[in-house]
């Protein structure tokens, strides 16, 4: 996830282009760059950091040219460095562009490219679409290059191009990455979002996937890659900065809630191969041979990134075959953990810069152990240092509450079973069906979303409570205690995640009708057990809240309020109860009158011990 802005107009582009990557860091910060044309000349400025960096970096250059492109990055593939900043540009430096998105056939065209002479200055996917460009164009017009390489390519963009031979036009493009433009008076800005373009205009036309638009200072016309024109109506936006910035949601928490379907299908993109019932993961492509002789793995981690590992070690014993233990990054580091060489030790981290789990990692590094990060930050301190690992591409996260980033942690999880797996003893149907259904996860978890106004009421009428139970077993009992830490983050409500079972040897003793329970009871192979669970709860007069399985209309004589959640195979379930548990936590903390993005007490990523 990056933010892009593209202007042509009579301004200077230089203060608009900067404005805009303002307006749209919360997309990525970790280096940004211009590219102005003026005239005949073109300058290029890139700098590693916040866009604070770049401003600084152009200071008082009184850059004239009044087109332009820029962006703000969220790196997915090479570290943060001025180089893999964009725009990236064409061997002769006149074609340049910017790109959000991921463009997955890039190996081969690039080393294409490279055989036919074409010369690369960054290790990003998006640079071979400036020297593909290039290329097509020595045998046809510029306008019908891009088009052709829009054909060619696989993946997901936003793009903005221009050309110096070409100087008073911007070509932007969408597929899977948004793009708006926004319509001014002789003067057009193009973005990610309308939170760069409103203070310029409030005339927004929003490109679909697949829409290519060509624009000039006189007008622009928008059409398909296979060239045929479109008619494109212009919205008038109503909406403040800050609206703009959190895309009309009211936080960026509820925001990121309602982006797991693309967080999902981003981290599943390119790596799960269905016929085969198998998982592609690139970044361990360097130590597979080693992870066909694991015999021991150790998941280190905190929070959230914590609990997800506990449903990885659910996953992993039960579909690989292989022992897995979980642990708190902070006692790892001070405890006698036994490993040697045959031990992987994965740190799953969604900044990768939370000090507990990198101590914990150079400490395995030190005894021996292979080390793999399952981590959202590229180039962060624990990608760096782990010999291997797992990008999720969920795109940041600001909310402190992780949300998008858990639920991609999951399906990280599912793929690293899956590929573990296989190596070992899973047969080919069973990899196609956990693979087919993995499939089906982001729209089951829209369909959820789409429940999000009845549970909000049923948020509202617990609201008033001062503790919660939440139980679950099994491939649930994690999500039990992932679902009491997100009311106990946002909410400041005394919760505690249980495991079913354990719940009569202790808890039991709290229940009474001011203390509801919480529980995660889908038609799963302890269904049952969990409805006993259940009784036992309700015989001493506690509420009950269920997360049952759709058409389960039995638990409703248990249950005081049912949330459902689609059928789906077990050891998926996490990933869609989880769901209601944040919007259940989310509106109780909004009903209470809370800043839920920035909770008290709380950091997004704890960089200290
Ligand atoms: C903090 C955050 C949590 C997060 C945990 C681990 O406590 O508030 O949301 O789960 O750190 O962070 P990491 O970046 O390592 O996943």
Same mark, same amino acid.
């Given at each position: 996830?990056c933010g892009?802005?593209g202007y042509?107009g009579?301004?200077?582009?230089?203060?608009?282009?900067i404005?805009g990557?303002k307006?749209?860091e919360?997309?990525?910060y970790?280096?940004?760059?211009?590219?102005i044309?003026? !005239?005949?000349? !073109?300058y290029?400025v890139?700098?590693?950091?916040?866009v604070a960096?770049?401003?600084?970096?152009? @200071?008082?250059?009184?850059?004239?040219g009044?087109v332009?492109i820029?962006?703000?990055?969220?790196?997915?593939h !090479?570290?943060?460095?001025?180089?893999?900043s964009h725009?990236?540009r064409?061997?002769t430096?006149?074609i340049?562009?910017?790109?959000n998105? &991921?463009?997955?056939n890039y190996?081969?065209?690039?080393?294409d490219l490279?055989?036919?002479?074409?010369k690369?200055?960054?290790e990003t996917d998006?640079?071979?679409?400036?020297h593909l460009i290039?290329?097509?164009?020595k045998?046809m017009?510029y306008?019908e290059?891009?088009?052709?390489?829009?054909?060619?390519?696989?993946?997901?963009y936003?793009?903005? &191009?221009i050309n110096k031979?070409?100087?008073?036009?911007i070509?932007v493009?969408?597929?899977?990455?948004?793009?708006?433009?926004?319509?001014?008076?002789?003067e057009y800005v193009?973005a990610?979002?309308v #939170?760069a373009?409103i203070?310029?205009?409030q005339?927004?036309?929003y490109?679909e996937?697949?829409?290519?638009?060509?624009?000039t200072?006189?007008?622009y016309?928008?059409?398909t890659v296979?060239?045929q024109?479109?008619n494109?109506?212009v919205?008038?936006l109503?909406?403040?900065?800050?609206k703009?910035e959190k895309?009309g949601y009211?936080?960026?928490?509820?925001?990121?809630?309602?982006?797991?379907?693309?967080?999902?299908?981003?981290?599943?993109?390119?790596?799960?191969?269905a016929e085969d019932?198998?998982?592609?993961l690139? !970044?361990?492509?360097?130590v597979?041979e080693k992870l066909?002789k694991?015999?021991?793995?150790?998941?280190?981690s905190?929070?959230?990134?914590y609990?997800a590992?506990?449903v990885?070690?659910?996953?992993i014993?039960?579909y690989?075959?292989?022992p897995?233990?979980?642990?708190? /990054? #902070?006692e790892f580091?001070y405890r006698k953990p036994?490993m040697?060489?045959?031990?992987?030790v994965?740190?799953?981290?969604q900044?990768g810069e939370?000090?507990?789990t990198l101590?914990?990692?150079?400490?395995?590094k030190n005894?021996?152990?292979?080390?793999l990060?399952?981590?959202n930050?590229?180039?962060?301190?624990i990608?760096?240092? %782990?010999?291997?690992?797992v990008?999720n591409?969920a795109?940041?996260e600001i909310?402190?509450?992780?949300?998008?980033?858990?639920?991609?942690q999951?399906s990280?999880?599912v793929l690293?079973?899956l590929m573990? @797996?296989r190596?070992?003893?899973m047969?080919?149907?069973m990899?196609?069906?956990?693979?087919?259904e993995?499939?089906k996860?982001?729209?089951?978890v829209k369909?959820?979303l789409?429940e999000e106004?009845?549970i909000k009421k049923?948020?509202k009428?617990?609201?008033g409570?001062?503790?919660f139970?939440?139980l679950g077993r099994k491939?649930?009992?994690?999500i039990?205690?992932e679902?009491?830490l997100k &009311?106990k983050?946002i909410?400041?409500?005394? /919760?505690?995640?249980?495991?079913?079972?354990?719940?009569?040897?202790?808890?039991?003793?709290?229940i009474?009708?001011?203390f509801?329970?919480i529980?995660?009871a889908p038609?799963?192979?302890?269904y049952?057990?969990?409805?006993?669970?259940?009784q036992?709860i309700?015989a001493?007069g506690g509420?009950?809240?269920a997360?049952a399985?759709?058409g389960?209309?039995?638990i409703?004589k248990?249950a005081?309020d049912?949330?459902?959640?689609p059928? %789906?195979l077990?050891m998926?379930?996490?990933?869609? /109860?989880?769901?209601?548990?944040?919007?259940?936590?989310?509106?109780?903390?909004?009903?209470?009158?809370?800043d839920?993005?920035?909770p008290?007490n709380?950091?997004?990523?704890?960089?200290?011990?």
């Open positions: 996830m892009i802005v042509i009579k301004r200077k582009a230089s203060s608009v282009l404005e990557l307006r749209l919360y997309r990525g970790d280096s940004a760059g211009v590219s044309i003026d !005239g005949k000349k !073109g290029v890139k700098s590693v950091g916040k960096n770049l401003e600084d970096k152009i @200071g008082d250059k009184d850059i004239l009044t332009g820029a962006h703000t990055r969220w790196a997915t !090479g570290k943060p460095s001025d180089n893999n725009p990236h064409d061997c430096g006149n340049n562009l910017v790109h998105g &991921i463009i997955e190996l081969e065209l690039k080393n490279v055989k036919k002479g074409h690369f200055r960054s998006s640079e071979v679409l400036a290039e290329e097509l164009n045998k017009p306008e290059a891009v088009l052709e390489v829009l054909k060619k390519i696989r993946g997901t936003g793009l903005a &191009i031979k070409e100087p008073d036009k070509i493009a969408r597929s899977g990455s948004p793009l708006v433009l926004g319509v001014g008076d002789g193009v990610s979002d #939170s373009i203070r310029h205009t005339q927004v036309v490109l996937d697949g829409e290519v638009a060509v624009i200072r006189d007008g016309e928008v059409k296979k060239n024109a479109r494109k109506k919205t008038n109503d909406w403040s900065l800050e703009a895309q009211a936080h960026f928490m509820l925001k990121e809630i309602f982006e797991q379907p693309s967080a999902i299908e981003d981290a599943m993109r390119g790596r799960l191969v019932g198998m998982a592609k690139g !970044g361990l492509q360097s597979a066909r694991i015999e021991k793995i150790i998941i280190v905190c929070g959230t990134s609990y590992g506990l990885g070690e659910y996953m014993e039960e690989a075959g292989i897995v233990e979980v642990e708190y /990054a #902070s580091r036994i040697n060489f045959k031990t992987v994965i740190a799953i981290s900044s939370t000090a507990d101590a914990a990692i150079r400490e395995a005894k021996g152990a292979l080390t990060g399952i981590v930050t590229v180039g962060s301190t990608a760096r240092e %782990t010999d291997a690992g990008y591409h795109g940041p909310g402190v509450a992780s949300t998008k980033a858990f639920t991609s999951l990280i999880l690293f079973t573990l @797996g190596q070992r003893d047969s080919l149907v990899g196609q069906r956990i693979a087919k993995m499939r996860i982001p729209k089951m369909n959820i789409a106004k009845e049923i948020a009428k617990y609201a409570y001062k503790d139970l939440y491939y649930n009992f994690p039990a205690t679902g009491a &009311i983050e909410s400041y409500v005394h /919760a505690e995640g249980y495991p079913t079972g354990e719940m009569k040897h202790g808890p039991i003793a709290l009474d009708e001011n509801p329970s529980f995660i038609k799963d192979s302890v049952e057990k969990t409805i006993s669970g259940m036992e309700k001493r509420k009950i809240i997360i399985t759709e389960d209309k039995e409703k248990v005081d049912v949330i459902y959640i059928k %789906t077990e998926l379930t996490p990933l869609l /109860a989880v769901v209601p548990l944040q919007l259940f936590a989310y509106h109780v903390g909004v009903a209470k009158g809370l839920v993005d920035k008290r709380l950091a997004k990523s704890v960089t200290v011990e």
